[in-house]
Protein backbone atom coordinates (compact mmCIF):
# COMPACT_ATOMS: atom_id res chain seq x y z
CA UNK A 1 0.00 0.00 0.00
CA UNK A 2 1.59 3.32 -0.95
CA UNK A 3 0.69 6.70 -2.96
CA UNK A 4 2.26 8.88 -4.55
CA UNK A 5 1.57 11.86 -7.28
CA UNK A 6 0.21 11.03 -11.02
CA UNK A 7 3.41 12.32 -12.50
CA UNK A 8 5.88 10.75 -10.74
CA UNK A 9 4.43 7.84 -11.01
CA UNK A 10 3.87 7.36 -14.94
CA UNK A 11 7.36 9.24 -15.24
CA UNK A 12 8.85 6.19 -13.16
CA UNK A 13 7.17 3.08 -15.29
CA UNK A 14 8.92 1.96 -18.87
CA UNK A 15 7.40 -0.97 -21.01
CA UNK A 16 9.67 -3.31 -19.26
CA UNK A 17 8.22 -2.77 -15.53
CA UNK A 18 5.10 -3.63 -17.48
CA UNK A 19 5.78 -7.08 -20.29
CA UNK A 20 7.86 -8.20 -16.99
CA UNK A 21 4.72 -8.78 -15.68
CA UNK A 22 5.77 -6.51 -11.57
CA UNK A 23 2.91 -3.42 -12.73
CA UNK A 24 0.44 -6.00 -13.52
CA UNK A 25 0.21 -7.05 -9.93
CA UNK A 26 -0.32 -3.82 -8.55
CA UNK A 27 -3.63 -2.56 -8.46
CA UNK A 28 -3.92 1.74 -8.70
CA UNK A 29 -6.05 4.17 -8.10
CA UNK A 30 -6.08 7.46 -9.27
CA UNK A 31 -8.09 10.91 -8.40
CA UNK A 32 -9.09 13.44 -11.19
CA UNK A 33 -11.39 15.23 -9.23
CA UNK A 34 -11.51 18.61 -7.76
CA UNK A 35 -9.15 18.99 -4.42
CA UNK A 36 -12.01 18.51 -1.20
CA UNK A 37 -12.61 21.46 1.40
CA UNK A 38 -10.41 21.09 4.24
CA UNK A 39 -12.59 19.05 7.08
CA UNK A 40 -11.82 21.41 9.94
CA UNK A 41 -13.54 18.25 12.41
CA UNK A 42 -11.21 15.40 11.11
CA UNK A 43 -9.48 15.62 14.72
CA UNK A 44 -13.17 14.97 16.52
CA UNK A 45 -13.96 12.13 14.28
CA UNK A 46 -12.95 8.53 15.33
CA UNK A 47 -13.51 4.97 13.76
CA UNK A 48 -17.05 3.08 15.01
CA UNK A 49 -17.01 0.62 17.90
CA UNK A 50 -18.14 -2.20 15.30
CA UNK A 51 -15.57 -1.33 12.61
CA UNK A 52 -12.57 -1.63 15.03
CA UNK A 53 -14.35 -4.52 17.01
CA UNK A 54 -14.60 -6.21 13.82
CA UNK A 55 -10.82 -5.24 12.56
CA UNK A 56 -9.79 -6.74 15.84
CA UNK A 57 -11.73 -10.81 15.38
CA UNK A 58 -10.17 -10.78 11.98
CA UNK A 59 -6.77 -9.91 13.24
CA UNK A 60 -7.16 -12.79 16.33
CA UNK A 61 -8.93 -14.96 13.20
CA UNK A 62 -5.51 -14.43 11.59
CA UNK A 63 -3.14 -15.37 13.91
CA UNK A 64 -5.01 -18.48 15.02
CA UNK A 65 -5.17 -19.53 11.26
CA UNK A 66 -1.44 -18.84 11.31
CA UNK A 67 -0.51 -21.02 14.32
CA UNK A 68 -2.26 -23.91 13.26
CA UNK A 69 -1.16 -23.62 9.36
CA UNK A 70 -5.02 -23.37 8.53
CA UNK A 71 -6.77 -21.20 6.23
CA UNK A 72 -10.49 -20.20 4.71
CA UNK A 73 -11.64 -20.76 1.58
CA UNK A 74 -13.48 -17.79 0.18
CA UNK A 75 -16.67 -19.82 -2.15
CA UNK A 76 -18.81 -18.36 -5.04
CA UNK A 77 -22.05 -18.04 -5.08
CA UNK A 78 -23.99 -19.91 -8.17
CA UNK A 79 -24.32 -16.59 -9.73
CA UNK A 80 -21.22 -15.20 -8.72
CA UNK A 81 -19.06 -17.98 -10.02
CA UNK A 82 -20.57 -17.55 -13.54
CA UNK A 83 -19.89 -14.07 -13.28
CA UNK A 84 -16.04 -15.05 -12.50
CA UNK A 85 -15.87 -17.23 -15.63
CA UNK A 86 -17.31 -14.26 -18.18
CA UNK A 87 -14.78 -12.28 -16.77
CA UNK A 88 -12.42 -14.63 -17.06
CA UNK A 89 -13.37 -15.32 -20.71
CA UNK A 90 -12.90 -11.39 -21.35
CA UNK A 91 -9.94 -11.14 -20.25
CA UNK A 92 -8.65 -13.63 -22.53
CA UNK A 93 -10.23 -12.08 -25.65
CA UNK A 94 -8.72 -9.04 -25.15
CA UNK A 95 -5.07 -10.71 -24.67
CA UNK A 96 -5.45 -12.56 -27.60
CA UNK A 97 -6.45 -9.85 -29.84
CA UNK A 98 -3.82 -7.58 -29.26
CA UNK A 99 -0.12 -7.84 -30.56
CA UNK A 100 0.96 -5.76 -27.88
CA UNK A 101 3.30 -7.54 -24.97
CA UNK A 102 2.33 -4.93 -22.87
CA UNK A 103 -0.87 -5.33 -23.54
CA UNK A 104 -1.25 -8.99 -23.10
CA UNK A 105 0.52 -8.59 -19.49
CA UNK A 106 -1.79 -6.18 -18.27
CA UNK A 107 -4.76 -8.39 -18.97
CA UNK A 108 -2.99 -11.54 -17.77
CA UNK A 109 -3.36 -10.29 -14.00
CA UNK A 110 -7.27 -9.07 -14.65
CA UNK A 111 -9.02 -12.05 -13.38
CA UNK A 112 -6.90 -12.84 -10.46
CA UNK A 113 -7.07 -8.65 -9.19
CA UNK A 114 -10.66 -9.11 -9.63
CA UNK A 115 -10.67 -11.98 -7.41
CA UNK A 116 -8.95 -11.19 -4.79
CA UNK A 117 -10.69 -7.69 -4.31
CA UNK A 118 -14.16 -9.41 -4.21
CA UNK A 119 -12.80 -11.82 -1.25
CA UNK A 120 -12.18 -9.30 0.18
CA UNK A 121 -15.46 -7.58 0.22
CA UNK A 122 -16.56 -10.84 1.30
CA UNK A 123 -14.07 -11.03 4.09
CA UNK A 124 -16.04 -7.83 5.28
CA UNK A 125 -19.45 -9.39 5.41
CA UNK A 126 -18.08 -12.79 7.56
CA UNK A 127 -14.79 -13.39 8.09
CA UNK A 128 -15.75 -17.27 8.83
CA UNK A 129 -17.57 -18.25 5.84
CA UNK A 130 -16.62 -15.56 3.27
CA UNK A 131 -18.86 -15.99 -0.11
CA UNK A 132 -18.18 -13.89 -2.75
CA UNK A 133 -21.47 -12.35 -4.61
CA UNK A 134 -22.00 -10.89 -8.12
CA UNK A 135 -22.50 -7.64 -6.27
CA UNK A 136 -18.86 -8.15 -5.27
CA UNK A 137 -17.46 -9.42 -8.58
CA UNK A 138 -18.88 -6.27 -10.71
CA UNK A 139 -17.88 -3.79 -8.52
CA UNK A 140 -13.96 -5.35 -8.05
CA UNK A 141 -14.37 -5.65 -12.22
CA UNK A 142 -15.16 -1.69 -12.59
CA UNK A 143 -12.47 -1.24 -10.23
CA UNK A 144 -9.91 -3.52 -11.74
CA UNK A 145 -10.77 -2.46 -15.67
CA UNK A 146 -10.74 1.02 -14.91
CA UNK A 147 -7.43 0.31 -13.62
CA UNK A 148 -6.01 -1.37 -16.58
CA UNK A 149 -7.49 0.55 -19.22
CA UNK A 150 -5.96 3.51 -18.18
CA UNK A 151 -2.88 2.29 -17.93
CA UNK A 152 -3.16 1.20 -21.12
CA UNK A 153 -4.90 4.49 -22.41
CA UNK A 154 -1.24 6.37 -21.03
CA UNK A 155 0.92 3.79 -22.58
CA UNK A 156 -0.88 4.16 -25.26
CA UNK A 157 -0.60 7.66 -25.91
CA UNK A 158 3.10 7.52 -25.21
CA UNK A 159 3.51 8.38 -21.50
CA UNK A 160 4.50 4.54 -20.51
CA UNK A 161 7.54 3.65 -23.17
CA UNK A 162 10.71 3.33 -22.92
CA UNK A 163 12.80 6.36 -21.40
CA UNK A 164 14.26 7.85 -24.88
CA UNK A 165 10.79 7.53 -26.62
CA UNK A 166 8.99 8.97 -23.24
CA UNK A 167 10.95 12.01 -23.19
CA UNK A 168 10.66 12.42 -27.34
CA UNK A 169 7.01 12.17 -26.86
CA UNK A 170 6.78 14.58 -24.16
CA UNK A 171 8.88 16.91 -25.90
CA UNK A 172 6.51 16.71 -28.98
CA UNK A 173 3.20 17.45 -27.00
CA UNK A 174 5.28 20.23 -25.42
CA UNK A 175 5.85 21.41 -28.96
CA UNK A 176 2.30 20.79 -29.96
CA UNK A 177 1.25 22.91 -27.09
CA UNK A 178 3.20 26.08 -27.92
CA UNK A 179 2.02 26.04 -31.45
CA UNK A 180 -1.66 25.83 -30.36
CA UNK A 181 -0.71 28.75 -28.02
CA UNK A 182 0.53 30.95 -30.31
CA UNK A 183 -2.88 30.91 -32.34
CA UNK A 184 -4.31 31.80 -28.65
CA UNK A 185 -2.22 34.93 -28.05
CA UNK A 186 -3.58 38.56 -29.35
CA UNK A 187 -0.75 40.48 -31.31
CA UNK A 188 -0.66 42.56 -28.32
CA UNK A 189 0.61 39.94 -25.79
CA UNK A 190 2.89 38.38 -28.81
CA UNK A 191 4.54 41.84 -29.18
CA UNK A 192 4.71 43.23 -25.55
CA UNK A 193 4.68 40.20 -23.57
CA UNK A 194 7.28 37.43 -25.76
CA UNK A 195 8.31 40.62 -27.57
CA UNK A 196 8.06 39.69 -31.04
CA UNK A 197 8.84 42.22 -33.84
CA UNK A 198 5.76 43.08 -35.16
CA UNK A 199 6.60 42.65 -38.48
CA UNK A 200 6.73 38.56 -37.89
CA UNK A 201 3.58 38.41 -36.01
CA UNK A 202 1.48 40.35 -38.87
CA UNK A 203 3.06 37.55 -41.38
CA UNK A 204 2.01 34.93 -38.91
CA UNK A 205 5.73 33.36 -38.45
CA UNK A 206 6.64 31.57 -35.35
CA UNK A 207 9.90 32.60 -34.18
CA UNK A 208 12.24 30.15 -32.12
CA UNK A 209 12.23 32.69 -29.57
CA UNK A 210 8.90 31.80 -28.78
CA UNK A 211 9.07 28.29 -29.09
CA UNK A 212 12.41 28.54 -27.00
CA UNK A 213 10.54 30.37 -24.27
CA UNK A 214 7.80 28.33 -23.78
CA UNK A 215 9.23 25.00 -24.12
CA UNK A 216 12.53 24.49 -22.84
CA UNK A 217 11.77 25.51 -18.77
CA UNK A 218 9.96 21.75 -19.50
CA UNK A 219 11.65 18.97 -17.34
CA UNK A 220 11.36 16.64 -20.65
CA UNK A 221 13.53 19.60 -22.32
CA UNK A 222 15.92 20.60 -19.42
CA UNK A 223 17.02 16.70 -18.68
CA UNK A 224 17.83 15.40 -22.27
CA UNK A 225 21.13 14.58 -22.67
CA UNK A 226 21.58 16.27 -25.81
CA UNK A 227 20.26 19.55 -24.06
CA UNK A 228 17.29 21.67 -24.31
CA UNK A 229 17.88 23.62 -27.87
CA UNK A 230 18.84 20.28 -29.28
CA UNK A 231 16.23 18.85 -28.66
CA UNK A 232 13.67 21.20 -29.61
CA UNK A 233 15.88 21.44 -32.91
CA UNK A 234 15.62 17.73 -33.37
CA UNK A 235 11.40 17.87 -31.91
CA UNK A 236 10.51 21.03 -34.69
CA UNK A 237 12.36 18.45 -37.48
CA UNK A 238 9.95 15.73 -36.36
Do not use: M
Not at 21 to 31: D, K
Not at 71 to 99: Q, W
Not at 203 to 222: D, E, G, M, R
Amino acid sequence: LGDTTPEKFYESLSDDIISEGFLPRWLTIEYTGERPALNKAHKEQYPATELTGAIGQLAQLCHQLCEGNNHIDVKFSPDAEEASDAIDKFCDAEINKTTSEVVKQLWTRVHIKTLKLAAIIALGRNIYEPVVSVEDLEWSRNVVYNDVNRIISRYRLGAISSGDVVQETQQLNLLYSALHKYTTLTKEQLINSYKIRQNLVELNVIPLTFLSKVCLSAKAYKRDRRGGAAALQAAIRT
